[in-house]
């Protein structure tokens, strides 16, 4: 999983469906071996392990004592659930601020306001200052 590849399957996005998680990372590339060991030449791998000691809390360590003698596969399917159960709060909150309009443009509304008071005090400042206003 990368931020910087341009492959939309490469990256996880937070208001991604659960079923495309879950099929992002099981496409996720590991390598041809057989361990889940942590391993800086093994970049795929590792950034899983990193994502998923990130999300379940457990040390990277405990990770691999936990999928010791394990598939690929079955590490990917825990760590697309620890993803999926990370991200539907997330989803649940931007779906509800989402479809609520009347409260977008309240929000909207409020810090057009505040954006309108803050730049009339610095031009009455700069009109002040350059002398236009005694």
Same mark, same amino acid.
């Given at each position: 999983?990368?931020?910087?590849? #341009?492959?939309?399957?490469?990256?996880?996005?937070? @208001?991604?469906?659960? $079923?495309?998680?879950?099929?992002? &990372?099981?496409?996720?590339?590991?390598?041809?071996?057989?361990?889940?060991?942590? $391993?800086?030449? /093994?970049?795929? @791998?590792?950034?899983?392990?990193?994502?998923?000691?990130?999300? #379940?809390?457990?040390?990277?360590? $405990?990770?691999?004592?936990?999928?010791?003698?394990?598939?690929?596969?079955?590490?990917?399917?825990?760590?697309?659930?620890?993803?999926?159960?990370?991200?539907?709060? &997330?989803?649940?909150?931007?779906?509800? @601020?989402?479809?609520?309009?009347?409260?977008?443009?309240?929000?909207?509304?409020?810090?057009?306001? /505040?954006?309108?008071? /803050?730049?009339?005090?610095?031009? /009455?400042?700069?009109?002040?200052?350059?002398? @236009?206003?005694?």
């Amino acid at each position: 999983m990368s931020k910087s590849d #341009s492959n939309d399957h490469n990256i996880l996005g937070l @208001l991604d469906p659960p $079923d495309m998680i879950v099929k992002k &990372i099981k496409r996720a590339v590991t390598d041809s071996g057989s361990t889940i060991e942590y $391993d800086e030449n /093994r970049p795929g @791998l590792a950034n899983l392990l990193n994502i998923y000691s990130s999300l #379940s809390g457990e040390s990277i360590k $405990d990770t691999e004592t936990k999928f010791e003698g394990k598939m690929y596969s079955e590490f990917k399917e825990d760590l697309a659930e620890a993803v999926v159960e990370t991200l539907t709060p &997330i989803q649940t909150k931007y779906n509800e @601020l989402i479809n609520d309009k009347s409260h977008l443009e309240q929000i909207l509304s409020d810090g057009a306001e /505040r954006a309108s008071d /803050r730049a009339y005090k610095t031009v /009455r400042k700069v009109y002040k200052k350059s002398g @236009l206003i005694q």
